[in-house]
C-alpha cells in the first residue's frame, strides 16, 4: 500500500468520524463539543500529509 493511499484512507475516516459527530447529536453537545473539531483538525493535517508526500519529500525513496 503506497503512502498517498494511506493518507487518504485515514483522511476518509476522519470524515466519517467527523459526518457521524456532527450527525448524531450527543457527541457534540456538552462536554463533547469540541469532538468535531478534532476531526477538522484530522483532516487538514491529512491534506498537509498528502501534499508533502506528494511533493516528494515525505517518502524515502532515495538520496537527496
Do not use: K, Q
Amino acid at each position: 500500500m503506497t503512502t498517498e493511499r494511506i493518507i487518504v484512507l485515514g483522511s476518509a475516516c476522519w470524515a466519517l468520524a467527523l459526518v457521524v459527530t456532527l450527525v448524531v447529536p450527543g457527541l457534540h453537545s456538552g462536554n463533547r463539543h469540541w469532538w468535531p473539531w478534532v476531526c477538522v483538525v484530522g483532516l487538514l493535517l491529512g491534506a498537509f500529509g498528502y501534499a508533502y508526500v506528494a511533493r516528494g519529500r515525505g517518502n524515502a525513496a532515495g538520496p537527496h
